[in-house]
């Protein structure tokens, strides 16, 4: 099953809501993570479930979707939220992640 | 305090082998699923293979399989990564991860990452 992130890149305010995108190649119902990765860093979980959040992980993260389209969305961003995010999917016994979105601080 | 570490990486030539380790503390870590996954510099992530609690279930991406090998010691905490016929593609951070899947979770996500090891094949 292909992942496809949009934007690669989104560069956005302190303050801003951004979202990103991932869709699936087939429908993957709801089982789809969200990551957060910073430079020279392990990733980070920060949902599952397509919009369960991870123990521990800022309310400002949400996620939605179900079937072949999904959104990660940080309504408030804080300059700590740079990196790269990658959704996964594991719907299928192999499990493939999305090429990754960078979210820069402007 | 829970802990993932990684070792055994380094520079190796294609043909050559690898054996990677994951030692981890402050889990149960007979509980869970644990995997591989990997990072090509300035490339995205890439699972590799994950294990059971009780090594009776394994997968593999295919682009390992046959080559590379999971295991596990429940009594040493750790997990095993046995890389064979190397190939300048397979450079990468190899990062091991807990695995949600055995601790109550209908699929494969992970939530506990370790620091990695970087793998190097070059001639």
């Known amino acids: 099953i292909q992942m496809t992130q949009s934007p690669s890149t989104v560069s956005a305010s302190v303050g801003d809501r951004v979202t990103i995108t991932c869709r699936a190649s087939?429908?993957?119902?709801?089982?789809l993570a969200w990551y957060q990765q910073k430079p020279g860093k392990a990733p980070k979980l920060l949902i599952y479930?397509?919009?369960s959040l991870e123990s521990g992980v800022p309310s400002r993260f949400s996620g939605s979707g179900s079937g072949t389209e999904f959104t990660l969305t940080i309504t408030s961003l804080q300059p700590d939220d740079f990196g790269t995010y990658y959704c996964?999917?594991?719907?299928?016994?192999?499990?493939?992640f999305g090429q990754g979105t960078k979210v820069e601080i402007k | 305090q829970v802990q993932l570490v990684e070792s055994g990486g380094g520079l190796v030539k294609p043909g050559g082998s690898l054996r990677l380790s994951c030692a981890t503390s402050?889990?149960?870590?007979?509980?869970?699923?644990m995997t591989w996954i990997r990072q090509a510099p300035g490339k995205g992530l890439e699972w590799i293979s994950y294990?059971?609690?009780?090594?009776?279930?394994?997968n593999y991406a295919g682009s390992v399989k046959g080559r590379f090998t999971i295991s596990r010691d429940n009594a040493k905490n750790s997990v095993f990564l046995q890389m064979n016929s190397l190939r300048v593609d397979d450079t990468a951070m190899y990062y091991c991860?807990?695995?949600?899947?055995?601790?109550?979770?209908?699929?494969?996500?992970?939530?506990?990452w370790g620091r990695g090891t970087m793998v190097f094949v070059s001639s």
């Open positions: 479930k397509a919009s």
């Open positions: 991860a807990t695995d949600r899947k055995g601790i109550g979770e209908d699929g494969h996500f992970f939530d506990i």
């Open positions: 087939q429908s993957i119902s709801i089982w």
């Open positions: 996964q999917q594991y719907h299928s016994y192999s499990v493939t």
């Open positions: 294990i059971d609690s009780s090594s009776n279930y394994i």
């Open positions: 402050g889990i149960t870590f007979s509980d869970y699923y």
